[in-house]
């Protein structure tokens, strides 16, 4: 991934959906006193205060979660799928009118087009400079594959560590399917593979 992929600036509507999740989850406190770790200083207004809404970039956010995963060891997995969730459910309630009508109709849709639609919305609002993701497959065999690595840029892992966009996933299908699915990130580009891609399977 190149460096100017990393200097891409993440799309507002995204990042502040996602603090705002993450301070639910956590508190704002350790919300801030991650950011100083991972060197987001610049947006932090005060210790009990959510960080100015200020542009923030890919290789940024990247240095974000591996301060989260960091920092809660073990339990960072269930964390950073919970925050995932819950900067769906952000995102989703800010749309604009139009965009909020078409995700909520998707759900009177056959589950086997909905949920690509679904996910093709949730690439659509995640995209940056520099980012590819689609949706592969057919049917109840779905992947979503991002060749960006959003939530693992810069970083080297021995196993994939997307939790963030596993919880996003899930909060995107949880909008339109229920719970009848299960999300497994099966390879990622933190432990050398080209792409994040994520194996959905439907129970």
Do not use: D, K
């Given at each position: 991934m190149s460096q100017e992929t990393g200097q891409s600036l993440l799309p507002d509507g995204f990042i502040w959906s996602y603090?705002?999740?993450?301070?639910?989850?956590?508190?704002?406190y350790s919300l801030n006193m991650i950011m100083l770790?991972?060197?987001l200083g610049r947006i932090v207004v005060a210790e009990k205060s959510l960080p100015k809404r200020e542009p923030v970039s890919v290789a940024?956010?990247?240095?974000f979660q591996q301060a989260l995963r960091e920092y809660y060891g073990r339990g960072a997995r269930g964390l950073l799928t919970r925050i995932g969730r819950g900067a769906w459910r952000e995102m989703s309630q800010n749309l604009h009118i139009?965009?909020?009508?078409?995700?909520?109709?998707?759900?009177?849709?056959?589950?086997?087009?909905?949920?690509?639609?679904?996910l093709n919305n949730l690439a659509a609002f995640l995209r940056?400079?520099?980012?590819?993701?689609?949706?592969?497959?057919?049917g109840k065999d779905l992947s979503f594959v991002d060749f960006s690595g959003l939530a693992s840029f810069g970083q080297t892992a021995g196993e994939p560590v997307c939790w963030t966009m596993v919880g996003l996933i899930h909060g995107a299908l949880e909008s339109i399917a229920g719970k009848e699915y299960e999300v497994d990130e099966v390879s990622c580009r933190a432990a050398g593979s080209e792409a994040c891609k994520f194996y959905i399977k439907f129970l």
């Open positions: 603090w705002q999740a993450t301070a639910q989850e956590i508190g704002l770790r991972a060197g940024e956010f990247g240095h139009y965009r909020r009508i078409v995700v909520n109709f998707l759900r009177f849709l056959p589950a086997s087009i909905g949920v690509r639609l679904v940056y400079s520099g980012s590819w993701m689609s949706v592969q497959g057919s």
